[in-house]
Nanobody, 116 residues
Framework: QVQLVESGGGLVQPGGSLRLSCAAS????????MRWYRQAPGKERELVAG????????NYADSVKGRFTISRDNAKNTVYLQMNSLKPEDTAVYYC?????????WGQGTQVTVSS
């Protein structure tokens, strides 16, 4: 079965860093573009970053450009989101998504809280 298992969320101070991981199984990971989304309380889910199947192309929301880096290791079936210079407004539940099949698949989400 398709699974996306996220890890790495937690509490961090402003200016700190965190790395999220999403381990995939049950499909051909190396053929699938991957995305990270986030959703803060009272706000719509927004696209944070995307990466092509081979990792050659990436894109970012303007709000995270220069601070976040999406990457993937196809040998480990894992996509990462390195988050640096974190701000309180980055606080949200972060979700990974596999662009796969008809609707795609979502991870369970991991909480990131940026607070002093």
């Amino acid at each position: 079965q398709v699974q996306l298992v996220e890890s790495g969320g937690g509490l961090v101070q402003p200016g700190g860093s965190l790395r999220l991981s999403c381990a995939a199984s049950g499909f051909t990971f190396s053929s699938c573009p991957m995305r990270w989304y986030r959703q803060a309380p009272g706000k719509e889910r927004e696209l944070v970053a995307g990466i092509s199947s081979a990792g050659s192309d990436t894109n970012y929301a303007d709000s995270v450009k220069g601070r976040f880096t999406i990457s993937r290791d196809n040998a480990k079936n894992t996509v990462y989101l390195q988050m640096n210079s974190l701000k309180p407004e980055d606080t949200a539940v972060y979700y990974c998504k596999a662009v796969f099949a008809r609707y795609g698949y979502w991870g369970q989400g991991t909480q990131v809280t940026v607070s002093s």
